[in-house]
């Protein structure tokens, strides 16, 4: 049987997601043995036209290029699988769109005219269907072979959408909330990074993104009652998952009480 | 220089410039012989960054813009805290300096090994990856992986993770590594010494082509140390400034057609950061070893063939294994994990050497703390005319190779520079017109 096709493609990012699998120091080669990478350029100057088994995409979606681009790579796709937070919110680069673009651009460059932009920072599921997500800013590399895996053998990946608190507590990291009274995010962000940041004395500042149904208003009380004023708070929930619809929504009603 | 006139005209088309991050492109002209680029250019997405950090805190700095590169995250929190520090007149001394120095040691092992063996030695030995190399050579890429593994290891550990470790802050750390921790990794170490020496011994051994510039070196230099944090902007060239006078040094132009920003030298040009620029500059810091293995590679004090940085990153790789021994056995547990500072206005500088080359941050605070202005110079953006100066160097010597040959050669002298694409915020797509 021929191996999978994998194809690896990128938008507005950092590279770091798909650094992830080079990252996988003991397990590249046996997954190179596996799939077949057919288009990976971070990593190979090898191109192999689609249509690809699986494709991995990194980044949002800025321009208007990209626009028409992504929906390219959909159509030579068998199952598309956004990794790392541009691609499943639009990332960091996602707070122009609270924002004045054409501002921004003359802000950074001495000839706006020569740059393509959009207004707006976007999921690719904004665009296109999405089969799987993996959550991350960076993702967890063992999430992307776990999912590279279940898919190798036709079953679906075992990625948790529960709270970072789960983590905590498998790790046995007291609360910093409540035993430090240091802000965090962990009760409204989706698992993945083994809870990290506790575990180095610091509130999670939400890279995995909201987890599923968030209570994002009870949270916003608590911080309240900890001295966090509202520029603080709006701030901690624009950041890589900003444009996340439960991040967003809650930022916003922060913003106008700020 | 002049090559002879020929009749023909030629195309040439790279529309994706494979093993670095992020994108760019390049378009050639040929003209009877004669070589023009008319185009070498940056279409990564542009993504803002010093626009959006406008009205965030100070100490969102260091996780914000580590997101702008996912393979040298260290070093933009590394500049970004130092410039914080200088506002706020904090020293960073004692054990936690030399922490920061160990996560660094870390990011250069990790990177400079990826590039070497993952995107740099497949153009030297005719290999499309590192993958297809593993089928001929799977002992020494299993070598290296173990290698870059070590130097992720550090990261890890001080860090938390790798890609966008989230123990850095202005002031110092969340938390520090115990003794016994870092101990942990010295055995590993211990090999990877050996195995970045072997490192130096096979990538010495390529053949080179015989292209040499007269490169403006620049990068941060320390009176003691070979650098990382600290130090002063000095070139082969006069500049000799403390890092608070960089806008009166260089300047960013911003180029048509892209999405760059370069930087040159106000009035004079190109400059050349990274490996070579470091080795040139302060050789004489290097570890007795390191030096040792310089001259058995066949290397002098200083060097200027662009494609024998290979050899360069890896006695860099060794000198950090070499740093990263030494920091371990010194180190002692600090009291706490960061020094106390009080927020205030003003105006800060931090230039650190990423493992790509020197990286420049600057912000201006208001006196609650609020980024108020922002500015960031990653070293693609810094080396980008000299990658320009190199193409049309390596497009006159090697003009009459076939296309396919050609543009694989053009894509090796741009990985000459690591080009960290997305990093260059404001990257590669070869187009070779021939009429």
Same mark, same amino acid.
């Given at each position: 049987?021929?191996?999978?096709?994998?194809?690896?493609?990128?938008?507005?990012?950092?590279?770091?997601?798909?650094?992830?699998?080079?990252?996988?120091?003991?397990?590249?080669?046996?997954?190179?043995?596996?799939?077949?990478?057919?288009?990976?350029?971070?990593?190979?100057?090898?191109?192999?036209?689609?249509?690809?088994?699986?494709?991995?995409?990194?980044?949002?979606?800025?321009?208007?290029?990209?626009?028409?681009?992504?929906?390219?790579?959909?159509?030579?796709?068998?199952?598309?699988?956004?990794?790392?937070?541009?691609?499943?919110?639009?990332?960091?680069?996602?707070?122009?769109?609270?924002?004045?673009?054409?501002?921004?651009?003359?802000?950074?460059?001495?000839?706006?005219?020569?740059?393509?932009?959009?207004?707006?920072?976007?999921?690719?599921?904004?665009?296109?269907?999405?089969?799987?997500?993996?959550?991350?800013?960076?993702?967890?590399?063992?999430?992307?072979?776990?999912?590279?895996?279940?898919?190798?053998?036709?079953?679906?990946?075992?990625?948790?959408?529960?709270?970072?608190?789960?983590?905590?507590?498998?790790?046995?990291?007291?609360?910093?909330?409540?035993?430090?009274?240091?802000?965090?995010?962990?009760?409204?962000?989706?698992?993945?990074?083994?809870?990290?940041?506790?575990?180095?004395?610091?509130?999670?500042?939400?890279?995995?993104?909201?987890?599923?149904?968030?209570?994002?208003?009870?949270?916003?009380?608590?911080?309240?009652?900890?001295?966090?004023?509202?520029?603080?708070?709006?701030?901690?929930?624009?950041?890589?998952?900003?444009?996340?619809?439960?991040?967003?929504?809650?930022?916003?009603?922060?913003?106008?009480?700020? | 220089?002049?090559?002879?006139?020929?009749?023909?005209?030629?195309?040439?088309?790279?529309?994706?410039?494979?093993?670095?991050? *992020?994108?760019?492109?390049?378009?050639?002209?040929?003209?009877?012989?004669?070589?023009?680029?008319?185009?070498?250019?940056?279409?990564?997405?542009?993504?803002?960054?010093?626009?959006?950090?406008?009205?965030?805190?100070?100490?969102?700095?260091?996780?914000?813009?580590?997101?702008?590169?996912?393979?040298?995250?260290?070093?933009?929190?590394?500049?970004?805290?130092?410039?914080?520090?200088?506002?706020?007149?904090?020293?960073?001394?004692?054990?936690?300096?030399?922490?920061?120095?160990?996560?660094?040691?870390?990011?250069?092992?990790?990177?400079?090994?990826?590039?070497?063996?993952?995107?740099?030695?497949?153009?030297?030995?005719?290999?499309?990856?590192?993958?297809?190399?593993?089928?001929?050579?799977?002992?020494?890429?299993?070598?290296?992986?173990?290698?870059?593994?070590?130097?992720?290891?550090?990261?890890?550990?001080?860090?938390?993770?790798?890609?966008?470790?989230?123990?850095?802050?202005?002031?110092?750390?969340?938390?520090?590594?115990?003794?016994?921790?870092?101990?942990?990794?010295?055995?590993?170490?211990?090999?990877?010494?050996?195995?970045?020496?072997?490192?130096?011994?096979?990538?010495?051994?390529?053949?080179?082509?015989?292209?040499?510039?007269?490169?403006?070196?620049?990068?941060?230099?320390?009176?003691?140390?070979?650098?990382?944090?600290?130090?002063?902007?000095?070139?082969?060239?006069?500049?000799?400034?403390?890092?608070?006078?960089?806008?009166?040094?260089?300047?960013?132009?911003?180029?048509?057609?892209?999405?760059?920003?370069?930087?040159?030298?106000?009035?004079?040009?190109?400059?050349?950061? *990274?490996?070579?620029?470091?080795?040139?500059?302060?050789?004489?810091?290097?570890?007795?070893?390191?030096?040792?293995?310089?001259?058995?590679?066949?290397?002098?004090?200083?060097?200027?063939?662009?494609?024998?940085?290979?050899?360069?990153?890896?006695?860099?790789?060794?000198?950090?294994?070499?740093?990263?021994?030494?920091?371990?056995?010194?180190?002692?547990?600090?009291?706490?994990?960061?020094?106390?500072?009080?927020?205030?206005?003003?105006?800060?500088? *931090?230039?650190?050497?990423?493992?790509? *080359?020197?990286?420049?941050?600057?912000?201006?605070?208001?006196?609650?703390?609020?980024?108020?202005?922002?500015?960031?110079?990653?070293?693609?953006?810094?080396?980008?005319?000299?990658?320009?100066?190199?193409?049309?160097?390596?497009?006159?010597?090697?003009?009459?190779?076939?296309?396919?040959?050609?543009?694989?050669?053009?894509?090796?002298?741009?990985?000459?520079?690591?080009?960290?694409?997305?990093?260059?915020?404001?990257?590669?797509?070869?187009?070779?017109?021939?009429?």
């Amino acid at each position: 049987m021929a191996k999978p096709k994998l194809g690896v493609f990128k938008f507005a990012s950092c590279d770091g997601c798909q650094l992830s699998l080079l990252d996988c120091e003991d397990e590249l080669l046996t997954v190179a043995g596996a799939v077949q990478i057919a288009f990976f350029p971070e990593a190979s100057r090898e191109y192999v036209v689609g249509p690809y088994d699986l494709t991995l995409v990194e980044g949002s979606i800025t321009t208007p290029h990209d626009l028409e681009a992504i929906k390219e790579v959909r159509a030579q796709s068998k199952f598309l699988v956004t990794i790392g937070a541009c691609a499943t919110a639009g990332g960091i680069q996602a707070l122009r769109n609270w924002k004045d673009v054409a501002e921004f651009t003359s802000y950074v460059y001495a000839h706006p005219d020569y740059i393509s932009t959009l207004d707006t920072s976007t999921p690719i599921a904004d665009h296109v269907a999405v089969d799987f997500e993996l959550r991350g800013c960076p993702i967890n590399k063992w999430q992307l072979v776990e999912l590279v895996n279940a898919l190798l053998h036709g079953r679906k990946p075992n990625i948790p959408t529960y709270s970072v608190c789960v983590e905590c507590k498998r790790r046995g990291t007291p609360c910093v909330m409540v035993a430090q009274g240091i802000p965090c995010l962990g009760p409204v962000t989706q698992a993945g990074c083994g809870a990290l940041c506790p575990a180095y004395n610091r509130g999670c500042y939400g890279c995995f993104g909201p987890m599923e149904t968030p209570n994002l208003a009870a949270l916003g009380e608590w911080w309240r009652s900890m001295g966090v004023d509202d520029r603080t708070l709006v701030n901690a929930l624009r950041s890589f998952n900003a444009y996340a619809q439960p991040f967003r929504e809650a930022s916003d009603v922060y913003a106008q009480q700020a | 220089m002049s090559t002879p006139s020929k009749p023909e005209t030629r195309a040439i088309s790279v529309d994706y410039l494979a093993r670095v991050e *992020g994108e760019g492109s390049l378009k050639v002209r040929v003209r009877d012989g004669q070589v023009e680029i008319t185009e070498f250019g940056i279409f990564e997405p542009p993504r803002f960054y010093e626009a959006f950090l406008r009205g965030r805190a100070f100490g969102d700095a260091p996780d914000i813009t580590a997101r702008i590169c996912g393979i040298c995250p260290i070093a933009y929190q590394m500049s970004s805290v130092h410039a914080m520090e200088s506002i706020f007149g904090v020293k960073m001394e004692g054990a936690l300096r030399e922490l920061r120095r160990l996560i660094y040691c870390g990011e250069w092992i990790e990177s400079h090994v990826l590039h070497a063996f993952l995107l740099h030695l497949p153009d030297f030995l005719g290999y499309q990856s590192a993958i297809h190399m593993a089928a001929d050579h799977r002992a020494a890429v299993e070598k290296a992986l173990r290698l870059k593994k070590i130097g992720n290891d550090i990261v890890n550990l001080i860090g938390g993770r790798e890609i966008h470790p989230i123990n850095v802050k202005v002031g110092g750390f969340y938390k520090v590594p115990t003794k016994r921790q870092l101990e942990e990794l010295v055995p590993n170490l211990e090999w990877a010494l050996e195995a970045a020496t072997w490192a130096v011994e096979l990538t010495a051994g390529l053949p080179f082509p015989e292209v040499e510039a007269d490169y403006e070196y620049v990068s941060v230099c320390h009176p003691d140390e070979y650098p990382f944090n600290e130090g002063r902007l000095v070139s082969n060239k006069g500049i000799d400034v403390p890092v608070s006078e960089w806008n009166n040094v260089f300047e960013e132009v911003h180029v048509a057609r892209s999405n760059a920003l370069q930087s040159k030298v106000r009035a004079r040009g190109s400059y050349h950061v *990274g490996p070579l620029a470091r080795y040139s500059l302060n050789f004489d810091k290097l570890s007795p070893r390191v030096q040792k293995l310089a001259a058995a590679a066949g290397l002098g004090k200083t060097c200027f063939n662009p494609f024998k940085s290979i050899v360069v990153r890896c006695l860099e790789t060794v000198h950090a294994v070499e740093e990263a021994l030494r920091l371990i056995d010194a180190y002692r547990e600090p009291p706490r994990p960061d020094v106390p500072f009080t927020v205030k206005a003003g105006e800060g500088h *931090g230039a650190t050497e990423a493992p790509r *080359g020197m990286l420049y941050h600057r912000y201006r605070l208001d006196d609650q703390g609020y980024i108020l202005d922002a500015q960031i110079c990653p070293p693609t953006a810094q080396s980008q005319m000299s990658i320009e100066d190199d193409l049309r160097r390596v497009l006159e010597a090697y003009i009459d190779l076939p296309d396919d040959q050609l543009q694989w050669r053009l894509e090796h002298a741009v990985r000459n520079y690591d080009p960290c694409i997305s990093c260059a915020t404001h990257f590669l797509k070869v187009e070779i017109d021939r009429g």
